[in-house]
């Protein structure tokens, strides 16, 4: 299984973006899935989680960010709005897939600057 991030980039603060994930390999079950970042000198944190019934956000992203999820894609998406120089980080993408096993993206730069 492998999962694989786009979108990320340079953006103005108060602008938005978007990142998508894509699971590919021999998937039968995603259970969770989910984006993480992490910032220079900074540990790995959480941003979301999607399953098929719920949603989970961070509290410093409530509001601003929008996790979704196309099953029939084996997708993960993150829109991100009202971006702010605090939320630079590469961010990953999670999931846990066919069961308690935990699969990680490469990582996708975000960067908010003027």
């Known amino acids: 299984v492998q999962l694989v991030e786009s979108g990320g980039g340079l953006v103005q603060p108060g602008g938005s973006l978007a990142l998508s994930c894509a699971a590919s390999?021999?998937?039968?079950?995603?259970?969770?899935m989910g984006w993480y970042r992490q910032a220079p000198g900074k540990q790995r944190e959480l941003v979301a989680t999607?399953?098929?019934?719920?949603?989970n956000y961070a509290d410093s992203v409530k509001g601003r960010f929008t996790i979704s999820r196309d099953n029939a894609k084996n997708a993960v998406y993150l829109q991100m709005n009202s971006l702010k120089p605090e939320d630079t980080a590469v961010y990953y993408c999670?999931?846990?897939?066919?069961?308690?096993?935990?699969?990680w993206g490469q990582g996708t730069q975000v960067t908010v600057s003027s």
């Open positions: 390999g021999s998937i039968f079950k995603i259970y969770v």
């Open positions: 999670n999931g846990q897939i066919n069961g308690p096993e935990v699969y």
């Open positions: 999607i399953t098929n019934i719920a949603t």
